[in-house]
C-alpha cells in the first residue's frame, strides 16, 4: 500500500477513535549494513517497490486472528486484576 492511501483511509475514520495498525518499511526487511543484508549489492528501493505489492495480495487472517487471540487474553488477565 502506498502511504498515501494509507492516509485517504485514515482519514475516513474519526480521530479519537483507537485502531491496531502495522506497517513495515524497506529497512525492515532488507538492512543496508553490509554485515547485515541478505543479498550484495543490497536490495534497491525499485525492487521493494517491485515486490512491496505482496502485502497487499496476502491472507492476512492468520494475522489478524493471532492479534485477536493475544488482544482477548490481555482482556482476560485485565478482567482478573479488576476482581
Request: proline share 4%.
Amino acid at each position: 500500500m502506498k502511504v498515501k492511501d494509507a492516509i485517504e483511509y485514515l482519514r475516513e475514520l474519526p480521530e479519537e477513535d483507537h485502531i491496531v495498525i502495522a506497517w513495515w518499511e524497506m529497512d525492515m526487511f532488507y538492512d543496508s549494513h553490509p554485515a547485515r543484508t541478505r543479498f550484495e549489492p543490497t536490495v534497491t528501493k525499485k525492487e521493494w517497490e517491485d515486490v512491496v505489492h505482496i502485502g497487499d495480495d496476502m491472507d492476512w487472517s492468520m494475522t489478524h486472528e493471532s492479534l485477536r487471540e493475544v488482544m482477548d487474553m490481555e482482556i482476560l488477565i485485565n478482567r482478573k486484576a479488576d476482581e
